[in-house]
């Protein structure tokens, strides 16, 4: 079943820069595509950005040239460079299991999630 | 862009009732690429149903999906206290694309 485990949420400045890490556990990590997912003012599900087993990467519209994201394998982790940070990208950000290859898929497995608020 | 539409968007219920969820595609999905979710205050969402009707590992069978074209339902046969929360449909096909939910709650 695994867990995937968040962490990298912080108050930032507009205009300034955060990474996110998720890291998998109890599964083989570089068989699976992994996503990004936020939540925005409590209760708005956003999908973010994708990547796959590859290193073939998908990104929203409204995060495409602002955010990178990429992986390690060999230490079970994805990461999602965000700069250029807006108050519109305050949320809680998942990571997610994709049971799909590509940039569409359902999830079983999520992590906690790490709260991004951008505000001055 | 497919938009998601959820209705309603508060559903007030007593336990043993049955609750009908709707999601309602912008556009025609011509393939399965539909899901659900509920979500409790402070957790991430968790699977319920994939695929438009397939029950995803250890999720009751009072819980089903179905539906085609721009009309997918959930239906909770009969409500028990743990389901109550927010339910969010999701489309999955080239891209991905939440609805924004329909809370149910206790009557």
């Known amino acids: 079943e695994g867990q995937l485990v968040e962490s990298g949420g912080a108050l930032v400045q507009p205009g300034g820069s955060l990474r996110l890490s998720c890291r998998g556990s109890?599964?083989?990590?570089?068989?699976?595509?992994f996503h990004w997912v936020r939540q925005v003012a409590g209760k708005d599900l956003e999908w973010v950005s994708a990547?796959?087993?590859?290193?073939?990467?998908y990104y929203s519209d409204a995060v495409k040239g602002r955010f990178t994201v990429s992986r390690e394998n060999a230490k079970d982790s994805m990461y999602l460079q965000m700069s250029n940070l807006r108050p519109g990208d305050t949320g809680v950000y998942y990571c997610?299991?994709?049971?799909?290859?590509?940039?569409?898929?359902?999830?079983?497995?999520w992590g906690q999630g790490t709260l991004v608020t951008v505000s001055s | 862009e497919i938009v998601l539409t959820q209705s309603p968007g508060t559903l007030s219920l007593s336990p043993g009732e049955r609750a009908t969820l709707s999601c309602s595609p912008s556009?025609?999905?011509?393939?399965?690429?539909l899901a659900w979710y509920q979500q409790k205050p402070g957790q991430a969402p968790r699977l319920l149903i994939y695929?438009?009707?397939r029950r995803a590992t250890g999720i009751p069978d009072r819980f089903s999906g179905g539906g085609s074209g721009t009309d997918f339902t959930l239906t909770i046969s009969s409500v028990e206290p743990e389901d109550f929360g927010v339910y969010f449909c999701?489309?999955?096909?080239?891209?991905?694309?939440f609805g924004p939910g329909t809370k149910v709650e206790m009557k």
């Open positions: 990547i796959g087993t590859t290193g073939d990467t």
């Open positions: 695929d438009v009707s």
């Open positions: 556009q025609t999905v011509n393939n399965k690429y």
């Open positions: 997610a299991k994709g049971e799909y290859y590509g940039s569409g898929s359902h999830y079983y497995l």
């Open positions: 999701q489309y999955y096909g080239v891209s991905v694309t």
């Open positions: 109890g599964f083989t990590f570089l068989s699976f595509d």
